[in-house]
């Protein structure tokens, strides 16, 4: 069982930045897959980034590209997002995930936490 509970999540303006912390319990959480997805009110899913079990394999959105970045510390089973520049369509429920090495879906979610851009 892996557990995941997200923070950092608040209201911005444009141009600010935010920081959001994902922090994992339960299995061998070292050699999983960590990603972020987001969703805003009528919107379907959209995956955010996402990055492997040793931090070299990391994949964005086109759409946050440049101002987000993802990281990891194993050592304190700790993911994060920094997001950088942000604009009002970054406003979303932003989801931690997990999949283990051998899924091939991130089937682990966190409980989301609120980012709202003010303009």
């Known amino acids: 069982q892996v557990q995941l509970v997200e923070s950092g999540g608040g209201l911005v303006q444009v141009g600010d930045s935010l920081t959001l912390s994902c922090t994992t319990s339960g299995r061998a959480l070292s050699t999983y897959w960590m990603g972020w997805f987001r969703q805003a009110p009528g919107t379907e899913l959209e995956i955010v980034a996402t990055?492997?079990?040793?931090?070299?394999?990391?994949t964005y959105a086109d759409s946050v590209k440049g101002r987000f970045t993802i990281s990891r510390d194993s050592a304190k089973n700790v993911t994060y997002l920094q997001m950088n520049s942000l604009i009002p369509e970054d406003t979303a429920v932003y989801y931690c995930?997990?999949?283990?090495?051998?899924?091939?879906?991130?089937?682990?979610w966190g409980q989301g936490t609120q980012v709202t851009v003010s303009s």
């Open positions: 990055i492997n079990w040793s931090g070299d394999r990391i």
């Open positions: 995930t997990a999949k283990s090495p051998t899924s091939l879906r991130y089937d682990n």
